[in-house]
Nanobody, 115 residues
């Protein structure tokens, strides 16, 4: 499974960005997909996940501001990020969990929120 993320960038506080991640390869085995982020000097943390049936889970820090969605036909997930805060600045990575027990990671995309 290969994951290709896009959509990061620089935005002012209060602004919005949309991240997308496309899966290719052995996509038939993908179950949960999600977004994680890692800020400088901090551990990687979960942002949001979505199952192949559409159930979602969010970090408390992004609830009400971020929305994860999924298009199973296109093997794509997206993360709509609204009301961005400087604390959201991080490298965002998409991930996919396969039915055979392996987790795959895409390359990160930088999100920078200026105050």
């Amino acid at each position: 499974v290969q994951l290709q993320a896009s959509g990061g960038g620089l935005v002012q506080a209060g602004g919005s960005l949309r991240l997308s991640c496309v899966a290719s390869g052995s996509t038939f085995g993908i179950n949960d997909m999600g977004w994680y982020r890692q800020a400088p000097g901090k551990r990687r943390e979960l942002v949001a996940t979505i199952t192949n049936k559409g159930s979602t889970n969010y970090a408390d820090s992004v609830k009400g501001r971020f929305t994860i969605s999924r298009d199973n036909a296109k093997y794509t997930i997206s993360l709509q990020m609204n009301a961005l805060e400087p604390e959201d600045t991080a490298v965002y990575s998409c991930a996919a969990a396969a039915s055979w027990g392996r987790r795959y990671w895409g390359q990160g995309t930088q999100v920078t929120v200026s105050s």
